[in-house]
């Protein structure tokens, strides 16, 4: 059962993303709605690439894909969560053929900012925004070919300051998605 979904007023908010109903979203689960979760995928869409695929790493972007997308709890102590898929491809890598820690950057930005947009829908308010500060840590090398999950979830969500833990890695770090 959905646990939230939109309104008049949250399609107002976000009407700068456009007409988001013929985005195909049934392989995504996740407790919210069709429309949110076409909104997520709107947003996603129009922070990564443009018609023409010019904006910077758009051939990346246009490739990560939501695989799930969950809120819990009500209002000030709800949460959300998302996981975005991605193959590691032959233009994500640096020389040695392992994903580069530019592009990894590069992805975590708009993931971090999924779970956001999620609880602004829950909440009301824009969850757009954009990334003042980001600490990566390194544990190991992910090589070419590989699908790699990046799962973030919202840590805060209080005026301007929202807080992100996103994390990368294979799907088998993570079971119990």
Not at 64 to 83: D, M, P, R, Y
Not at 108 to 116: A, R
Not at 161 to 174: D, K, M, N, Q, S
Request: with cysteine.
């Amino acid at each position: 059962m959905p646990v939230l979904s939109t309104s008049p007023t949250l399609k107002k908010l976000y009407a700068w993303v456009g007409d988001t109903s013929y985005l195909d979203v049934s392989d995504i689960r996740g407790n919210v709605d069709t429309e949110v979760k076409q909104i997520c995928a709107g947003i996603l869409k129009f922070f990564v690439s443009t018609p023409e695929g010019t904006v910077y790493g758009a051939q990346v972007g246009k490739r990560l894909k939501f695989s799930e997308i969950n809120v819990w709890g009500e209002g000030a102590t709800c949460n959300a969560q998302t996981v975005l898929k991605i193959t590691v491809e032959k233009d994500m890598c640096n020389t040695f053929g392992v994903l580069h820690g530019a592009c990894a950057a590069y992805m975590i930005d708009p993931c971090s900012v999924s779970p956001l947009v999620v609880l602004g829908l829950k909440l009301g308010i824009d969850g757009t925004g954009l990334s003042q500060s980001m600490n990566i840590i390194w544990h190991h090398p992910i090589n070419r070919g590989v699908e790699i999950r990046l799962v973030s979830n919202s840590m805060s969500i209080r005026g301007r300051i929202r807080t992100v833990r996103c994390e990368v890695g294979l799907p088998a770090h993570f079971p119990t998605l």
